[in-house]
């Protein structure tokens, strides 16, 4: 269900969204809830990696709010060179499955 949500905008902002309104022949509030949309996501994934980063949330909070898999996280982690604590009894259960993977 869709909310209505005003908020106001810098004049730049404004001729930028009608501009891609014209160019697209979109409605000019398709192209602001559009922008939105991709803004809150891109803030989302930025917060969690920062967030993330201070240690004030776990890695999968972060992806949580990210709205990314665990898996799609740790490789967002890696493109941006943060590094990523692991556990070391996280890690010594995934050696030691690993060991039981390679025997057989």
């Known amino acids: 269900m869709k909310q ?3 908020l106001r905008l810098n004049a730049q902002d404004t001729r930028k969204a ?3 309104a014209g160019l697209l022949r979109f409605d000019h ?3 602001m809830r559009t922008a939105v949309e991709i803004g809150l996501r891109k803030f989302s994934e930025e917060t969690a990696l920062q967030m ?3 240690k004030r949330l776990s890695l999968s909070e972060a992806a949580d709010l990210a709205e990314l898999s665990v898996g799609e ?3 967002t982690l890696v493109r941006r060179g943060i590094r990523q604590e692991i556990p070391g009894e ?4 995934s050696l030691e499955n690993a060991r039981k993977l390679v025997r057989g």
Do not use: A, I, R
């Not at 996280?90 to 259960?93: F, I, K, P, V």
């Open 18 to 20: 009608k501009e891609l």
């Open 52 to 54: 993330y980063s201070e």
């Open 90 to 93: 996280l890690l010594n259960e």
């Open 29 to 31: 509030s398709v192209v």
């Open 4 to 6: 209505l949500t005003s």
């Open 73 to 75: 996280f740790m490789e």
